[in-house]
């Protein structure tokens, strides 16, 4: 009969470093999962918004998502779509802070104590879609870059953002319409149907994802 000491491991010489690895992925593994369904939610969130924007702003405008979920995707936690109407074009940038209060400062965003950088990301986001237009089209396209919150918490600011709008989602229909217009029906409706069009973003996908962390 083998007697074990007590103080003696019960795995082989090398375990332990296989157990760590497991460890190691099994915490990427659940934050690569956590990532998915929080960009999952954000994405729906985004879909909801523009939804219920196209309904507010009427048959003169046009509400795009861009074919390819990765360009999207502002950040792991907020996506966008795109607006064209007679005000011109709008990258729309949707932050989803629930009953979170959001306290905006100029260029800076606090929710909850953090200062995630979404005013950033929205300029980022809005470069990304005023170049991808910009090419396809073969002359320059302004694009606006817009940041809604559409969560239930209060919004208070002291300063606005500079070179981004940022509203609640109550007010973003409204803000869009009040601009002076720029574009004519025709050219907002062209360029819908060319910011619809899967070519207009082929390529740039992993680019754009990575500079919008």
């Known amino acids: 009969m083998t007697v074990h000491s007590a103080s003696r491991p019960r795995y082989?010489?090398?375990?332990?470093?296989?157990?760590?690895?497991?460890q190691e992925s099994l915490a990427v593994w659940a934050r690569e999962r956590l990532t998915g369904r929080v960009r999952r939610r954000v994405e729906a969130v985004a879909r909801r918004t523009a939804a219920r924007l196209g309904q507010h702003l009427g048959p003169a405008w046009r509400v795009v998502h861009p074919p390819d979920p990765d360009v999207a995707a502002v950040g792991d936690d907020h996506a966008g779509f795109v607006a064209?109407?007679?005000?011109?074009?709008?990258?729309?940038?949707?932050?989803?802070?629930?009953?979170?209060?959001?306290m905006i400062a100029g260029d800076v965003i606090q929710i909850q104590g953090r200062r995630p950088p979404y005013v950033a990301r929205a300029r980022r986001y809005a470069r990304?879609?005023?170049?991808?237009?910009?090419?396809?089209?073969?002359?320059?396209?302004?694009?606006?870059?817009?940041?809604?919150?559409?969560?239930?918490?209060?919004?208070?600011?002291?300063?606005?953002?500079?070179?981004?709008?940022?509203?609640?989602?109550?007010?973003l229909g409204g803000v869009l319409r009040a601009a002076r217009a720029r574009i004519a029906p025709e050219t907002a409706r062209k360029l819908a149907e060319v910011a619809a069009h899967p070519l207009t973003w082929r390529d740039r996908a992993g680019t754009g994802h990575s500079t919008a962390r």
């Open 12 to 22: 082989p010489l090398g375990s332990a470093v296989s157990r760590s690895r497991l």
């Open 84 to 102: 064209i109407g007679p005000s011109g074009v709008f990258a729309v940038s949707v932050v989803d802070h629930g009953r979170q209060r959001v």
């Open 128 to 171: 990304r879609i005023r170049k991808a237009l910009t090419d396809a089209v073969g002359t320059k396209v302004p694009v606006v870059a817009v940041l809604t919150f559409a969560g239930s918490g209060a919004i208070s600011a002291h300063g606005l953002p500079t070179g981004c709008l940022a509203v609640s989602l109550r007010e």
